[in-house]
């Protein structure tokens, strides 16, 4: 893999990444796992949410998918689903390698590991 | 609550709306119901909330665009995929309902397919014969030079003399190039090969006037004699397998022997397909004699040169001739009256065919129309029956483009399917019509489906949708947010409005009518034409010509015994039963002009008139059934090179000897003077049509014994009177194959197989419209039986009303009868409006009845109305049968 920089990613943003890795979703699946996953302190409404969205397939992460057919539970309104790019899966997977470093450097910071000897 | 959160998203810009709008009204929609659920306030908490963050976030986005952020050409390229999207959508939803319902597509799609059919197959005709060009250079510039002489003898129209040629060739600066050309028939004899040919005969000038190159050797030149040939591609490979040894060598052509020099390019004909070879024609310019008017002269005019400018040059010219050419006093008066005619090579080419083929496209155009205005109304009555459902999806936002292209995709589909049928149909069609087309059509051979007439078809299916799917589709998608959701609209008393299906019906019954009184025209033409008496028979004779060849032949006397004894055989042949032959065949090649003279005219100083002759031998009156009217036949006696006999048909005696007995006065042709022999006449005869039975008169004829003073006749055509005139060709070919086993037999017919030619045009031309009329009667009579069961079918309640309160089943009937005929009736009125102007253009083609003939007019709008009736009746009686209760229970 070659390196290159990833940029950082708000939370908001991270939690969509996240929720899509797990499986392709639509737009109010895709918020209800937001909330889950973030237990309940992301709830974004529906601009903000699709805005999120809308960039991050812009910028080549997600992407839009055949999805499970079916329910329409609101006539004529077509649901979209939405799923990680391998750049998005690499960008989520460089957050993460982020967020831990930063995790492990804050747990040194306040005592909570030992010291190498 | 979904309007206003819909509206919500206006915030949005809208290609942000348009990509994530149902999501976010899907998100924005089940958190709403879920805070509803948990009361009014938390309601409108969430309202106002999700309003706020629809200001925000859509500000936020028209500002610092997260999904806009595309070029304006991926913007244009992603609005295309959208639309594209929403097309492909709708063409598979229409696919699924048009599955759903097999009995309408088959029927629409079928009407469509026969008159897109219909459309495609005349128009492959029309676009080889009169729209491609010629396949000459610069077709535009070339022109073809004929004249009139109103007042004279002379036919309407006749081409040029050799002294006109040269005059006009050499003198008009806007003529940059001529020729002129002739066809003739004529025996070709090379390698094993023995055959009646058409042969073109044309000056040098002609192929450099028309852009021709030979694909090998070359063209003729003005040092050339006429002794050098040039081969038509098809027969350098027909007779000479492509063998390019063929340049230089020399073959038995027209009685001479002549060398081929050239051979040209497969795309070359001139001046038609017939045309195997043609022969060099030299004029002698030194030693012109004035008159013999009849080739045909073809030019290339300078640029910018229009035909009149052409014509007003070459007249003076004319006018000159005489001076030049010491006059003699026929020439003189017939260049007095002279005047040029200049027109494009192409209508001189295909002229007599435009005007028919014109009219076959526009009659299968009318078809089309009916066609259209059919499945127009299934439609309409289709649409109308989904008009809740359209009500419903817009009142759920669905737009009225959306609703209008989910219309013309059913609509769009349905042309395709009759356009690929009538592909087909064509591709079976094209082959058939060309078998059955008259003859003489020019480059009716190259006729067939190809990319032209594919995108005429996709063409007209494409508008036909247009026509047919079109204004339904806006009337339906227009439906009125209260009129469509309310229920059933059964209207008790008021009329429903069904203006737009009534004018269909009118559009229908006019379009039909027009093409009725055209057919109605052509077939009352046709058969005052087949009544005409030619005054000969057509039944049971059988004629060909031989051209015998013998060193023995060598005189008019040598010929003649040649003749006779090849007569005496035929007789012979079992179920012959009497032969005959002339110089020329009526209906086929008509006969010789000459200027004739009379004591009487001599002493008078009139002008001699122009009359046809004709030389004839054996029974050729009894075999052709022409009867004699006074004094006698031709006998044996009569073939006399000492003996100057003549027959006078009834025209030319009451042209030549007014209110006299012919029998016994003296005749001879101008020019003959020296000779001092007078033709007597010994007989009368019924006057008979040579050209065809369009003629408005018979010409007066003269005939002239097989043998006379210093003549023969070379070729004459026999005709063979036998019940087995269909069958005995074959025998009467071993016949000559023995008498004269060079000698092909040519111009085979039967009378009645000539009769039947000479009306070919017109019966062609009628069969097609008789067809096309029958179909769109049929198509007009299905139409409204259609409108007015629909009409009876949204009335069943008010019916049932009506005889709950004591109708009778006959006023009822009375009831949609009448208005099948109102509406018949007005069509029947726009018919004959755009008939009375439209059938104008059949004039040429009418023989025996006006373009206007009122009998024709009333009977066909009396057959449209008939028709019409009928195609109620059906509606009206379901009407009558109608169960009041039943009915009323029915919404």
Same mark, same amino acid.
């Given at each position: ?33 937001? #909330? ?67 995790? #492990? ?10 010291? #190498?000897? | ?11 949005? =810009? ?110 492959? !005709? ?81 192929? /450099? ?50 060398? !081929?020099?050239?051979? %040209? ?24 004699? /004035?008159?013999?008017? +009849? ?144 003859? &003489? ?16 078809? *996709? &063409? $007209? ?31 008790? &008393? ?55 060849? +013998? ?72 075999? %052709? ?25 009834? *025209? ?5 000897? =007014? ?49 006379? /003073? ?33 000698s092909p037999m040519y111009r085979i017919f039967t009378m009645q197989g000539l009769a039947d030619r000479s009306m070919a045009q017109l019966s062609f031309t009628m069969l097609t419209l008789a067809v096309a009329s029958g179909l769109a009667l049929i198509l007009g009579a299905v139409g409204l039986y259609g409108v007015l069961s629909y009409v009876v079918s949204q009335r069943t ?32 009125? !726009?018919? $004959? ?25 009333? *009977? ?32």
């Amino acid at each position: 893999m070659t390196s290159r920089t990833y940029e950082i990613l708000n939370t908001l943003e991270y939690y969509v990444l996240l929720a899509l890795a797990h499986k392709a979703l639509y737009g109010y699946a895709l918020k209800q796992a937001v #909330a889950a996953e973030s237990d309940g302190a992301v709830t974004p409404r529906a601009g903000s949410l699709y805005r999120v969205l809308a960039r991050m397939m812009t910028r080549g992460l997600v992407h839009e998918v055949e999805g499970g057919a079916g329910d329409e539970p609101h006539p004529g309104l077509d649901r979209k689903y939405y799923a990680l790019t391998p750049d998005g899966r690499d960008t989520l997977r460089a957050e993460a390698g982020r967020l831990r470093d930063a995790a #492990a450097l804050a747990e040194q910071r306040l005592g909570l590991v030992e010291r #190498a000897p | 609550m979904r309007p206003l959160l819909a509206l919500l998203l206006r915030a949005y =810009p809208r290609a942000f709306r348009e990509e994530f709008g149902a999501g976010m009204l899907e998100i924005m929609m089940t958190d709403y119901a879920r805070a509803r659920s948990t009361g009014r306030v938390r309601a409108l908490f969430y309202v106002v909330a999700t309003g706020l963050d629809a200001f925000a976030a859509g500000l936020a986005e028209r500002l610092n665009p997260t999904w806009t952020a595309m070029t304006p050409a991926d913007e244009g390229r992603w609005q295309m995929g959208r639309t594209l999207e929403a097309w492909a959508r709708d063409f598979m939803h229409a696919t699924r309902n048009l599955l759903r319902a097999p009995g309408f597509t088959l029927v629409t799609a079928g009407t469509l397919a026969l008159a897109i059919g219909a459309n495609t197959a005349i128009f492959s !005709v029309v676009d080889a014969v009169l729209l491609r060009s010629l396949p000459y250079a610069d077709t535009d510039r070339l022109v073809s030079v004929r004249g009139t002489a109103p007042g004279s003898d002379l036919p309407d129209e006749f081409g040029v003399t050799d002294e006109m040629f040269v005059a006009y060739r050499d003198n008009a600066d806007l003529l940059e190039d001529a020729g002129m050309y002739g066809v003739v028939q004529s025996t070709a004899r090379a390698e094993d090969q023995v055959e009646r040919l058409f042969m073109g005969r044309v000056t040098a000038g002609t192929f /450099p006037t028309l852009g021709a190159m030979p694909a090998l050797g070359r063209l003729p030149t003005a040092d050339d004699d006429e002794t050098v040939v040039v081969l038509s591609n098809w027969l350098w490979n027909t007779w000479f397998g492509a063998d390019p040894d063929v340049l230089g060598r020399a073959y038995d052509i027209a009685g001479t022997s002549r060398t !081929v020099v050239g051979v %040209m390019r497969p795309e070359f004909r001139f001046p038609d397909e017939r045309v195997a070879l043609w022969i060099n024609m030299v004029i002698e310019e030194g030693e012109l004699t /004035p008159g013999g008017f +009849g080739p045909s002269m073809v030019a290339r005019t300078a640029p910018g040169a229009d035909h009149a400018d052409v014509a007003a040059q070459l007249a003076p010219l004319a006018a000159r001739l005489p001076e030049q050419f010491g006059s003699n006093a026929i020439y003189a008066r017939i260049i007095g009256q002279y005047r040029p005619i200049v027109r494009s090579l192409r209508e001189e080419l295909v002229g007599d065919v435009e005007g028919p083929l014109w009219v076959l496209l526009g009659t299968v155009g009318i078809v089309l129309l009916i066609a259209c205005a059919n499945v127009a109304n299934l439609f309409i009555v289709r649409a109308e029956s989904r008009r809740q459902d359209l009500a419903v999806r817009k009142a759920l936002g669905a737009d009225r483009t959306g609703l209008i292209r989910s219309q013309m995709a059913e609509a769009l589909l349905l042309a395709a399917l009759g356009g690929a049928g009538g592909a087909l149909l064509a591709l079976v069609g094209v082959p058939l019509l060309v078998r059955a087309a008259p003859e &003489g059509i020019p480059r009716i051979e190259t006729v067939g489906l190809d990319l032209t007439a594919l995108i005429f078809t *996709a &063409g $007209v299916s494409v508008a036909a949708a247009c026509a047919f799917g079109l204004v339904p589709a806006i009337r339906v998608s227009n439906p009125g947010p209260v009129g469509g959701l309310r229920q059933g609209g059964g209207r008790v &008393g008021g009329r429903p409005s069904h203006w737009g299906r009534d004018a269909l019906v009118v559009l229908q019954t006019a379009s039909a009518l027009v093409l009725l009184v055209a057919s109605g025209l052509l077939v009352q033409s046709f058969w005052q034409l087949s009544r005409v008496d030619p005054g000969f028979d057509t039944d049971d004779i059988f004629t060909f010509q031989i051209a015998p060849t +013998g060193e023995d032949l060598n005189s008019g006397v040598a010929y003649g015994r040649f003749h006779n004894q090849f007569m005496d055989r035929l007789r012979a042949l079992p179920g012959v039963e009497s032969v005959g032959l002339v110089q020329e065949l009526p209906l086929d090649e008509g006969a010789g002009a000459t200027f004739m003279q009379t004591e009487r005219i001599l002493a008078s100083g009139a002008d001699e008139p122009l009359i046809r002759y004709t030389f004839v031998g054996g029974d050729y009156f009894e075999t %052709m059934g022409i009867d004699v009217l006074s004094g006698r036949r031709f006998d044996h006696t009569d073939e006399d090179p000492g003996v100057t006999h003549a027959m006078v048909g009834r *025209a030319a005696a009451d042209l030549l000897w =007014p209110g006299e007995d012919a029998i016994g006065q003296r005749l001879r042709p101008a020019g003959a003077e020296e000779s001092g022999l007078w033709w007597s006449v010994v007989g009368v005869v019924e006057d008979v049509y040579l050209e065809d039975f369009r003629q408005r008169e018979p010409e007066a004829l003269v005939y002239l014994p097989l043998i006379g /003073p210093g003549y023969g006749v070379g070729s004459p055509a026999y005709v063979v009177k036998t019940a087995r005139a269909d069958l005995i060709a074959p025998e009467i070919r071993a016949l000559v194959r023995e008498v004269d086993p060079n000698s092909p037999m040519y111009r085979i017919f039967t009378m009645q197989g000539l009769a039947d030619r000479s009306m070919a045009q017109l019966s062609f031309t009628m069969l097609t419209l008789a067809v096309a009329s029958g179909l769109a009667l049929i198509l007009g009579a299905v139409g409204l039986y259609g409108v007015l069961s629909y009409v009876v079918s949204q009335r069943t309640r008010e019916i049932g009303v009506r005889m709950a309160l004591g109708a009778q089943a006959r006023q009822v009937r009375r009831m949609v009868v009448a208005q099948g005929g109102r509406v018949t009736l007005l069509g029947v009125v !726009v018919g $004959v409006l755009a008939a009375l102007g439209i059938t104008r253009v059949l004039e040429t083609m009418l023989f025996g009845v006006g373009a206007v003939d009122p009998f024709t007019f009333v *009977a066909m709008s009396g057959l449209m109305l008939v028709v019409a009736l009928l195609a109620s009746y059906i509606p009206a009686r379901r009407a009558s049968s109608v169960d009041p209760m039943r009915s009323l229970r029915t919404e």
